[in-house]
């Protein structure tokens, strides 16, 4: 375990231009959404005047379609090119807001919705193989990178389009396009041969080599119950912000501390990682999960909440970047954008069960009782975890730390 850590250069310098140039196109990119979607359903059904069953067809095929094709639409990618997949993802994004911010009539945004859903998925798959082809020592550092940049920028787009929103409720989802439009350019001059290096899989190679890794499979499927809690930072989470704060800005101030205590807590997670190894760094982080969404019910008031969510943050930022290091791990560098798309898959699956779930654990008639209750979920991830890290997993993961 010491001799993982014998050579320690400066994080910094193993992380060359032009992945920090990726890393700053994942900043804007994670930022522009965020500042468009938290009105998007406000926006179909206020500005365009939709019904509610339209407003939610635009939102659940944008859902279907970000988080249901990319095992499909991956394999592809890993057949053809990641970084052409990232140039179209940006460019079909920005068509998507951009449609949705013209659109009339009720087909028009479901339409634009899932052009925007299919280039969430198409510029993932491209983004997060790019990231994962990368060699060992890189790739975990640059997963770490990416949480934070991604985290920074939950921050800054709700702000940018709250601000922009008071101008004119229709502006973060024109300017959220303007942006993804802009960051496809410089995506499209950039030339480096780190980032448009690629070495191409068959379609069916790509899906037998992740399908025939049981280990990742199991992974996929013991973390389902974690993103069913995840899940709830978007949905019982700011409803019960709003109930204690009486006043439905407090929402946000889920999202925008969720935000800032993620960009912090990854200081303190590689320091972790390096010390104790990620499975370990995961375990706890899964009881810590499950602790604070139990206090939930035993504390009453908005501080104590908000106090909790922070808490939850912290462990939620080391339970993803040690659980995207160990698909980085699974790849080895081989379709790897298909390892991904499965990850994603799983986090989808869970996050619509958990989707489903909020808004009734908001308003469930035990009241308090049913926050204990679904903090205890997190004891199936933590029991099948320790499974995972202790079979298979360990044979297939050579270098898998064990807690």
């Given amino acids: 375990m010491t001799q993982k850590n014998t050579v320690e250069p400066d994080r910094k310098r193993l992380i060359s231009a032009p992945l920090w140039r990726l890393l700053s196109v994942q900043f804007i990119m994670n930022a522009s959404h965020f500042m468009a979607m938290p009105v998007l359903a406000i926006y179909c059904s206020t500005v365009l005047n939709l019904s509610l069953a339209s407003t939610g067809a635009v939102l659940s095929v944008y859902f279907i379609a970000s988080r249901a094709t990319p095992v499909f639409i991956a394999p592809v ?31 028009q945004p479901i339409l634009f919705s899932i052009i925007l859903g299919l280039g969430t998925s198409i510029y993932e798959a491209g983004a997060y193989g790019t990231i994962g082809s990368q060699r060992e020592e890189v790739r975990e550092k640059l997963i770490i990178y990416n949480v934070q940049f991604l985290s920074l ?29 802009i960051i496809a350019g410089v995506a499209f001059f950039e030339n480096s041969e780190e980032l448009r290096i690629h070495t191409p899989t068959t379609i069916a190679d790509s899906l037998k080599t992740v399908l025939r890794d049981k280990a990742f499979i199991m992974l996929c499927i013991v973390l389902l119950p974690w993103w069913a809690i995840f899940a709830q930072l978007f949905a019982a989470f700011p409803l019960e912000a709003t109930a204690r704060g009486e006043n ?13 205590f993620g960009f912090l807590a990854l200081f303190i997670t590689t320091k972790l990682l390096d010390r104790f190894g990620v499975a370990a760094v995961v375990l706890y982080a899964v009881l810590t999960v499950g602790l604070s969404v139990g206090l939930i019910g035993m504390f009453s008031g908005l501080t104590s909440l908000l106090i909790l969510v922070a808490i939850f943050t912290c462990a939620e930022v080391s339970l993803i970047s040690g659980t995207e290091i160990l698909v980085g791990r699974h790849a080895v560098g081989r379709s790897v954008s298909t390892y991904f798309a499965m990850f994603n898959m799983s986090w989808g699956l869970g996050g619509a069960i958990g989707g ?19 903090g205890a979920v997190a004891l199936f991830t933590f029991f099948g975890f320790l499974l995972y890290s202790r079979g298979e997993a360990g044979n297939t993961i050579g270098h898998l730390d064990s807690p």
Avoid: H, K, Q
């Fill in 77 to 107: 990618v890993d057949r053809y090119s990641r970084w052409n997949a990232v140039i179209i993802g940006l460019l079909m994004r920005g068509l998507g807001f951009l449609g949705i911010y013209y659109a009339s009539g009720e087909m």
């Fill in 153 to 181: 920028a939950c921050v800054a787009g709700p702000i940018a389009g709250a601000g922009l929103a008071l101008i004119d409720f229709g502006l973060p989802l024109l300017c959220s396009a303007v942006l993804f439009f």
């Fill in 248 to 260: 439905a800005n407090w929402a946000n101030a889920v999202i925008i501390i969720n935000g800032i």
């Fill in 356 to 374: 489903g779930i909020g808004p009734y654990l908001a308003s469930s008639p035990l009241g308090a009782a049913t926050w204990p209750l679904f």
